[in-house]
């Protein structure tokens, strides 16, 4: 399995449109990969995890097809991960020869509810013909082509926030992404009906800054702790990838600071583009 990670950034983005902090004033000067776009990450370029505001610069600038996207699984329904109106340009004189014709829209209710309302105005009826929606909620098992999901909540202080597993051919992902700490009925959940993961996501939106346990993001000592339930459940070992992201302005993640982070925890941070194999 091939994951790249397109959008590495909080809500914001970095540089965050309208501030004029340090951290986005010098990703504005120096560019390159102080510059974070909103959460997208595709699977061997076929399923899309999210869909952010920055999509159109994940395929100019990052040289993604996102024609070839099949099935497209959304998180929730914050801005940073579903930008619905983009929808409307499958189709028409909008994009010829796309790879493939159809999408699949898998996600809570209020995702597929806010798709419909805010491509209402501009979505034809034959582009809105190749797209098709999927309710999923938590504690589910679903297939989406060759992929096995299974899906948990997150916990994010929004309606049903998804986190999804997903296995292909053998080899399984694990992403966990806008929440804060998992509870333990979710991570039991895991270890019931799925197994060791080649590689994890985590959010890490607070980086070394300090967190609370009821909090929706998590930083990297949330992550340690995590990673260790997630060990004791067989869910992940010494082998297992593991990949920290949705990077704030404001847990200044600059490259020292992330070098620190690979170093200390034994993380991969990621970067808009970052490509990791399993
Ligand atoms: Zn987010
Ligand atoms: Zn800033
Ligand atoms: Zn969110």
Redesign the pocket.
């Known amino acids: 399995m091939k994951i790249v990670y397109l959008g590495t950034a909080?809500?914001e983005g970095i540089p965050a449109v309208f501030c004029n902090c340090e951290t986005c004033r010098a990703a504005r000067l120096h560019g390159g990969r102080a510059i974070r776009t909103r959460a997208q990450v595709l699977i061997d370029g076929e399923l899309s995890i999210d869909f952010s505001p920055d999509a159109f610069y994940h395929s100019a600038l990052l040289g993604a097809d996102l024609s070839a996207v099949k099935y497209l699984f959304v998180?929730?329904?914050?801005f940073?991960?579903i930008f619905p109106q983009e929808l409307c340009m499958r189709g028409y004189v909008y994009a010829h020869g796309m790879t493939s014709p159809s999408l699949s829209v898998y996600a809570n209710g209020e995702v597929t509810g806010l798709i419909r309302e805010f491509t209402r105005r501009e979505m034809r009826e034959d582009v809105a013909a190749g797209i098709s929606f999927h309710v999923l909620h938590p504690y589910e098992e679903t297939a989406a082509g060759d992929y096995t999901v299974v899906t948990l909540p997150a916990k994010?202080n929004?309606e049903e926030?998804l986190l999804f597993c997903f296995e292909k051919g053998g080899k399984r992902v694990l992403h966990l992404c806008?929440t804060g700490f998992p509870s333990s009925e979710a991570l039991d959940f895991l270890k019931e009906h799925a197994g060791r993961c080649d590689l994890i996501t985590l959010d890490c939106t607070h980086l070394f800054s300090p967190t609370r346990p009821s909090g929706?993001?998590m930083g990297l000592a949330d992550n340690a702790r995590l990673l260790e339930e997630l060990e004791k459940r067989g869910l992940a070992d010494g082998n297992t990838k593991r990949v920290v992201t949705h990077f704030s302005h404001n847990s200044a993640p600059t490259e020292e600071l992330l070098l620190r982070a690979e170093r200390e925890y034994g993380v991969i941070a990621a970067y808009d583009g970052l490509t990791v194999e399993i």
């Open positions: 909080a809500a998180t929730h329904s914050h940073d991960h994010h929004t926030p806008d929706r993001h």
